[in-house]
C-alpha cells in the first residue's frame, strides 16, 4: 500500500496544507518518512490523517465560490468497529461545510473495503448539504453494494454513470461539471 499515492496533478492548483480554511492547514509533510499505517501496511505520507485508524483521506481540491470539495480515500472504511463516519464528518466535512461547501466528490478507487453500521451520520451529512449533494466516484461494486446493503445510497449518489475512469484528465472545474451534470440527471 505504500506505493499508492494520492493524486497530486492538482497540487500545484490547490494544496490542503497552505489553504487556510482547509481542517490540514499547516501541516507539514516528511516524505522520506513512512510512518502511517493501515493495519500494519505502511501508506505514503502523502495520506491525512483524519481520526480513523484503517481510513485516510487527501483533500485534492476545495472550490470555496462553487462549494465544492474532491476528497480521495484509501483504506477500509469501518462504521462498525472505528465508527469512521463520525471522524470523517465531525473532523472534516463539518470544517468544509461552515465554509460554505455543500457538494463533495468522493474518490474511491483505493478504498479497500466497507463494513456498515447505522446511518445516522451519512443522513445528518445528507440533510445538512441542502441543494448540495455527495457523489461517490469510482468506489468498487463491492463496496458500493455494502454500502447499499446498509441503505447508505440513499445519502450518497454512487454507482453507475459515477465510474469515471478518466476524471485524472480533467481540471478540477471540468471534473466536477461533469459529476454535476451526472448528478443532476440522476435527480431529475
Not at 70 to 88: P, R
Amino acid at each position: 500500500m505504500h506505493q499508492i499515492e494520492p493524486y497530486h496533478r492538482w497540487l500545484n492548483l490547490y494544496d490542503s496544507s497552505l489553504d487556510e480554511r482547509s481542517p490540514f492547514y499547516g501541516k507539514e509533510y516528511n516524505y522520506d518518512l513512512y510512518s502511517e499505517n493501515i493495519y500494519g501496511y505502511y501508506i505514503d505520507p502523502g495520506w491525512d490523517f483524519m481520526g480513523s485508524e484503517t481510513l485516510y483521506i487527501k483533500v485534492l481540491y476545495v472550490d470555496y465560490d462553487e462549494g465544492f470539495c474532491v476528497i480521495e480515500l484509501i483504506g477500509e472504511w469501518n462504521d462498525a468497529i472505528n465508527n469512521d463516519i463520525m471522524h470523517f464528518k465531525r473532523n472534516i466535512i463539518e470544517e468544509f461545510e461552515l465554509e460554505g461547501i455543500n457538494k463533495y466528490i468522493l474518490i474511491g478507487e483505493n478504498l479497500m473495503n466497507f463494513h456498515g453500521s447505522d446511518d445516522s451520520y451519512y443522513e445528518e451529512w445528507f440533510e445538512e448539504v441542502g441543494d448540495g449533494w455527495i457523489a461517490c466516484v469510482n468506489f468498487r461494486d463491492f463496496v458500493v453494494s455494502e454500502m447499499n446493503n446498509y441503505g447508505i445510497d440513499m445519502y450518497l449518489n454512487m454507482g453507475g454513470s459515477l465510474e469515471l475512469q478518466n476524471w485524472r484528465t480533467l481540471s478540477p472545474s471540468r471534473f466536477y461539471l461533469l459529476v454535476s451534470q451526472l448528478i443532476q440527471r440522476r435527480l431529475s
